[in-house]
Nanobody
Framework: QVQLVESGGGLVQVGGSLRLSCAAS????????MAWYRQAPGKQRELVAT???????NYADSVKGRFRIFRDYSKNTVSLQMNSLKPEDTGVYYC????????????????WGQGTQVTVSS
């Protein structure tokens, strides 16, 4: 019943910008930490940015100063603003959220979106 859906990916030139969004829906009681991951071709999935329920953030060294993660509590969304994009940023970006569902009573569980493709051309 709980799902995450990403949007906003696409093709952009080096130095350009994109904003990714992730919407959580379903029988949600609360959302704790949220995060963005990415997976480049032939590489393992890596953590890009996290944001806590108190809106404290953390970023991978490779994106510090260029990316910003933020959330909208009223819409159950988390976004990733990406600026000064590089070819190395190319990959599939995944939304992750720690969610407590209604009625389960077993604490939070991790949920993942299906991913959205970001391609930075050189």
């Amino acid at each position: 019943q709980v799902q995450l859906v990403e949007s906003g990916g696409g093709l952009v030139q080096v130095g350009g910008s994109l904003r990714l969004s992730c919407a959580a829906s379903g029988s949600i009681f609360s959302i704790n930490n949220m995060a963005w991951y990415r997976q480049a071709p032939g590489k393992q999935r890596e953590l890009v940015a996290t944001i806590t329920v108190g809106t404290r953030t953390n970023y991978a060294d490779s994106v510090k100063g260029r990316f910003r993660i933020f959330r909208d509590y009223s819409k159950n969304t988390v976004s990733l603003q990406m600026n000064s994009l590089k070819p190395e940023d190319t990959g599939v970006y995944y939304c992750n959220a720690e969610i407590v569902a209604h009625g389960l009573g077993d604490g939070p569980h991790d949920y993942w979106g299906q991913g959205t493709q970001v391609t930075v051309s050189s």
